[in-house]
């Protein structure tokens, strides 16, 4: 309608969403409803009014199918099939099904996207270069540059197609054309009415002297008519001269506007090259921005899907090493990768420690059971040159006694016996020694603080009691109670020297004078040390 304009994205039409009412309100009964359409639409009645783009759209679609028959024609039966499996169809059949298939699924995704253009996008990108630079050479626009993608050159190529068989870049626009009848007067402006005004009017005159000669001769109204005839012939020459100056003037505007005509006209054709490679450049970035816009999310869903499988995985392993409670995982819900992560650090350095102090108690193992194999080496040497002492002095005593075999072999017997007792008794005596010693170093402390108490009955009873148990020796017990007195001695003197020291420098009592202060002090002391 007038004042109003259709609106174009791109190229593909802009619809109206599903949430915009498109009908009017109810009017109350009895007012006239407001009219929908304006007056010029109304008067095609129920037809459809004309969109200038949907020719170029459809003109569009039909270039690409056709192109698209022509490449897949120019493919071989192992290249079809394999454009067949990476597209997920079927890889049977004749060279004619597998290109209905593929043309079948590009009108499925053209269904079911309502985009075209993008439907045959993707479809290009499945295809061999080779192919498209072939199929640009066959078609008289060959790629000579590896600058720009065959792909979306292609379809440049077919929307440069669909303008060019409309005649042009630029849409016919209807322009208003009036037309006047040949019956309806023309209107002369105020000036040009003023001219032909002032001529009839001396044409008047010029009449009037001419009537007033022929009825009385006489020489004023000769004058007369001679004076209105020249008076007419200026007023004809300065109108004349006006009419000059105006068409002069006229010319000059005529001059200039085809001056500015031209001019507008090669603006025109500047602007309508410039439209066209700003439509091309415009269709190249678009195809270039969906391209990386369909790499950015293929890139954003494989390292969302790589970031699920690794959360499972990690999930997973949780599980495995300690539950989910060791791990302080929700009981049912799935946990993400940022949570997951801190758990397996803490999982790691836990098990890191854990399996630190297992090769500690290994290792300490591991020397307990070197230890007992020496010991048990040596006790098994000494058991075994027992034992071929006895087999030498059996095989003595059978060169030379062979009747008392029977007892040698019984005392054979014996000597095994008594060699497992041994074994036994040498276990028993090393374990008594190792449980006496923690024994020891268990009751030490308190029989050495009994010792060292400062009585009498619980210092004989200590020195006992560690002499008694074989934990310290007479002389070790001397020598402890003299490193006892020793030092109780060293702090006494330090006691006494600390007092004297301490009445030395102590203040004077009241009433008392300096000298005699000094003169008793130092003789107390005195005294004092000769006691």
Known sequence: SPGKAIVFIGIHRVKTPSFVMTSQSPEPPGMRPAPTRSRLLAKFGKAKAMNPFDEEEKRAVQNMSEGTKVILSMHNTAELSALCGTMCLAVDGTNKEKTERVQGFIGKEVVRTRNPEKAYSNFLHLVWEG?????????????????????????????????????????????????????????????????????????????????????????????????????????????RSYLMGEVNMLRGRADHMTEALALNTSQALEMEGKHHVMAEQW????????????????????????????????????????????????PTLREKLSGLVPRLLARYHFDLHSASEEAKKDKERLDFCDEELARQKRVLRFETERADAAERECERWRARHGALQTAAAQRMAQLEEEASWLYSESGSGLVERFVQERRFDMVRPAFEAMLLSGKADEEAKGAGMLEALGIMDRQGINQLLEGRAMRREELEQRGAVAVALAEKVAPPPSGASSKGEEGKGPKKIGGKKKK
Not at 159 to 172: I, N
Not at 304 to 314: F, I, P, R
Not at 316 to 321: A, G, I, R, V
């Open 131 to 239: 192919i498209l630079f072939e199929y640009l050479r066959s078609q008289g626009s060959p790629l000579k540059s590896g600058e720009h993608d065959p792909r979306v050159f292609t379809i440049l190529f077919w929307r440069k197609r669909a303008l060019q068989q409309q005649g042009g870049t630029f849409r016919p626009h209807y322009m208003p054309r009036l037309v006047r009848p040949r019956f309806i007067n023309e209107k002369l402006d105020d000036d040009l009415r003023a001219l032909l005004n002032g001529v009839s009017a001396k044409e008047v005159y010029v009449k009037e002297s001419e009537k007033r000669i022929k009825s009385n001769s006489d020489y004023r109204n000769v004058v007369m008519y001679l004076a209105a005839v020249t008076d007419m012939h200026d007023f004809e020459q300065d109108a």
């Open 283 to 330: 269709c190249r970035t678009v195809a270039a921005q969906e391209a990386s816009v369909d790499a950015y999310m293929g890139m954003l869903n494989d390292l969302l899907c790589e970031s699920n499988a690794l959360a499972g995985t990690l999930q997973e392993f949780l599980e495995s090493h300690g539950g989910r409670e060791g791990n302080r995982l929700h």
